[in-house]
């Protein structure tokens, strides 16, 4: 069963930075990425990374988001920085193996004015 574990969200002032951490259980993950919902709004994409490292970006975080993975821990970090109050949301974790496409509890990221 494959199982994926936020954590790093909170409380920061708009201008600051936030680093999240998104721990996969299993192994053979393929692309993984990061989503968020905000209240009242649809879940929508926040960063994407393939298992070679090409990854993507909306406009809305361009130049201010940066996702990594490590595959020898699967792991997938998101480093959120010049962060806007428009950025809270809870954010999910997201990764696809053969087994299907899998998501994360969520961590709440609020960013205060």
């Known amino acids: 069963q494959v199982q994926l574990v936020e954590s790093g969200g909170g409380l920061v002032q708009a201008g600051g930075s936030l680093r999240l951490s998104c721990v996969a259980s299993?192994?053979?993950?393929?692309?993984m990425g990061w989503y968020r919902q905000a209240p009242g709004k649809q879940r929508e994409l926040v960063a994407t990374i393939t298992r070679g490292g090409t990854t993507n970006y909306p406009d809305s975080v361009k130049g201010r988001f940066t996702i990594s993975r490590d595959n020898a821990k699967n792991t997938v970090y998101l480093q959120m920085n010049s962060l806007k109050p428009e950025d809270t949301a809870v954010y999910y974790c997201n990764a696809y193996s053969i087994l299907g496409n899998h998501w994360g509890q969520g961590t709440q990221v609020t960013v205060s004015s």
């Open positions: 299993g192994s053979g993950f393929g692309n």
